[in-house]
């Protein structure tokens, strides 16, 4: 009822930048908090942005200055603006969000999704 589909990932050079974008779709109501977060190999998931329905925003330390998270609420969409890229950003990245949707008997109820994953390369 509810799918997330992110694109915009790819390789890039070291300094570069690229923007990831996550759009929302189905029966949604509302959409609580929208989340960026990233998993590098043999590392743990990092949540690395985030944005609620009343406009907080949270980033990580690790890309705070470099990283943001603008959202189209009218597309239910949100982005993660990367630049001054590292290798050590690489990872995959993901969305997810925290949200309400309408059942198929017209019921609100709360989900959490999670979009496929798109993979950020940051060459050296």
């Known amino acids: 009822q509810v799918q997330l589909v992110e694109s915009g990932g790819g390789l890039v050079q070291a300094g570069g930048s690229l923007r990831l974008s996550c759009a929302a779709s189905?029966?949604?109501?509302?959409?609580?908090?929208m989340n960026w977060y990233r998993q590098a190999p043999v590392k743990q998931r990092e949540l690395v942005a985030s944005?609620?329905?009343?406009?907080?925003?949270n980033y990580a330390d690790s890309v705070k200055g470099r990283f943001t998270i603008p959202r189209d609420n009218a597309k239910n969409t949100v982005y993660l603006q990367m630049s001054s890229l590292k290798p050590e950003d690489t990872a995959v990245y993901s969305c997810?969000?925290?949200?309400?949707?309408?059942?198929?008997?017209?019921?609100?109820?709360?989900?959490?999704?999670w979009g496929q994953g798109t993979q950020v390369t940051v060459s050296s």
């Open positions: 997810n969000a925290a949200l309400i949707y309408i059942t198929d008997t017209y019921r609100r109820r709360q989900g959490d999704y």
């Open positions: 189905g029966r949604i109501f509302s959409i609580n908090v």
């Open positions: 944005i609620t329905s009343g406009g907080s925003i």
